[in-house]
């Protein structure tokens, strides 16, 4: 499973989804441990509706496994009439 994205649930298979959710629990037990997991590693994020939540949530998790980001976000402009679309 190394190198692969996550793109969609769909392109896992049963198996693979299992050891994500033990991985993501090990994580959750000793953060410590995966202190370094992305050291010297960029991560690029699209964020295609501005989400303050879930962007600073990826910002955090990524500087917590030692890694960097780089963030693209739509223009303001766009935010203001999306907004009018989201609860």
């Given amino acids: 499973m190394n190198g692969k994205d996550f793109l969609s649930i ?4 049963p198996s693979e989804i299992q050891y ?3 991985l993501s629990r090990q ?9 370094g997991a992305l050291r010297r590693q960029t991560l690029a994020m699209i964020f295609e509706k501005p989400s303050l939540r879930t962007r600073v949530t990826f910002d955090v998790g990524i500087q917590q496994l030692g890694g960097f ?3 693209s976000l ?3 402009s766009t935010w203001a009439s999306a907004s009018r679309f989201t609860t």
């Fill in 74 to 76: 739509p223009p303001r």
């Fill in 10 to 13: 769909r392109d896992f298979s």
């Fill in 27 to 35: 994580v959750k037990a000793d953060p410590t441990a995966y202190s």
């Fill in 69 to 71: 980001r780089s963030t």
């Fill in 20 to 22: 994500l959710l033990i």
